[in-house]
């Protein structure tokens, strides 16, 4: 039995539209002529300046980092973390606003008892501590990342996590 060329092009296009919530593929398929949904303004990335001046906020060790390895070293965590503005929590909370903000606080995550005793504001200090062995801090923790071992790395990292999580000028 043969099967017609375009079969598996059709069967792919229906398995796309498969992953479409349900109000999108109605809408799809009822208006062909709606105006397409627009999406909310992405704020500026700040400036080579204005990261200097948020930088200038931590500690000294922090001022002078790496910022790419910071990012490419926190490319692993946003597997569970995001860091924008509003963005969602997802395994982990969104880390926005995290420099300042009292450890299992943010009201959109279900943190494990341990955090929410925590009882310390996040600053750079604790930060370091916490991503070098988050199960050494606090036993019981539902953070399954095992920690980052170098110094440098958990420098360069935090200051990264600063310049994308603090609104300029904060």
């Known amino acids: 039995m043969r099967v017609h060329p375009s079969v598996p092009l059709i069967a792919a ?13 109605d809408q799809a398929a009822s208006s062909t002529n709606a105006p397409a949904p627009t999406e909310a303004a992405t704020p500026a990335a700040p400036t080579d300046a204005q990261k200097k001046a948020m930088l200038a906020t931590l500690p000294a060790a922090y001022q ?3 910022l790419d390895n910071g990012q490419a070293k926190f490319a692993l965590c946003q597997s569970c973390h995001t ?14 606003g995290i420099f300042g ?4 606080s943010s009201p959109d995550f279900s943190y494990s008892d341990g955090m929410k005793a925590y009882g310390i504001v996040w600053d750079a200090d604790h930060l370091e501590k916490w991503i070098t062995n988050p199960r050494a801090v606090i036993a019981g923790t539902k953070m399954t990342y095992l920690g980052m071992e170098n110094a440098k790395d958990r420098i ?11 609104a300029p000028g904060n």
């Open 64 to 66: 002078a980092a790496d």
């Open 156 to 166: 360069d990292t935090i200051a990264y996590l600063k310049t994308v999580t603090t």
């Open 13 to 25: 296009l229906g398995l796309v539209a498969c992953g479409k919530p349900a109000a999108q593929s």
């Open 83 to 96: 860091v924008v503005q509003g963005g969602p929590a997802m395994t982990g909370p969104n880390l926005w």
């Open 101 to 104: 903000r009292k450890a299992g």
